[in-house]
């Protein structure tokens, strides 16, 4: 049974930072892409970044040069380096895992629909 938990969210001001972590069990990271998502209240989840079997990674425009995605393949962990924060941001973060077509379609409205396994989501807020 796959499992992945996230953690290390939070609440932050404006140009703070946070780092997001993803646990996995039952799952090697090493075998898929994965990626992080985020949903505000009322609005539609989102791909915010992805990084495939390759260390290649994409982002969406939103975060480009403010987040960082990596995982280490020994710890079967995920992360996600927030720089920047912006009131934006606030949003609930969840952890992705297999992302099939979605990996290198990461700004599509519906990537989420490609994601195969999901954490149960860490809070971020961003006050201004």
């Known amino acids: 049974q796959v499992q992945l938990v996230e953690s290390g969210g939070g609440s932050v001001q404006a140009g703070g930072s946070l780092r997001l972590s993803c646990a996995a069990s039952?799952?090697?990271?090493?075998?898929?892409?994965m990626g992080w998502f985020r949903q505000a209240p009322g609005k539609e989840r989102e791909g915010v970044a992805a990084?495939?079997?390759?260390?290649?990674?994409s982002y969406a425009d939103s975060v480009k040069g403010r987040f960082t995605i990596s995982k280490d393949n020994a710890k079967n962990t995920l992360y996600l380096q927030m720089n920047s924060l912006k009131p934006e941001d606030t949003a609930m973060y969840y952890c992705?895992?297999?992302?099939?077509?979605?990996?290198?379609?990461?700004?599509?409205?519906?990537?989420?629909?490609?994601?195969?396994?999901w954490g149960q989501g860490t809070q971020v807020t961003v006050s201004s």
């Open positions: 990084i495939d079997i390759d260390g290649s990674t």
């Open positions: 039952g799952y090697t990271y090493s075998s898929s892409c």
């Open positions: 992705a895992a297999d992302l099939g077509w979605s990996c290198r379609s990461l700004t599509n409205r519906r990537s989420w629909s490609g994601v195969n396994y």
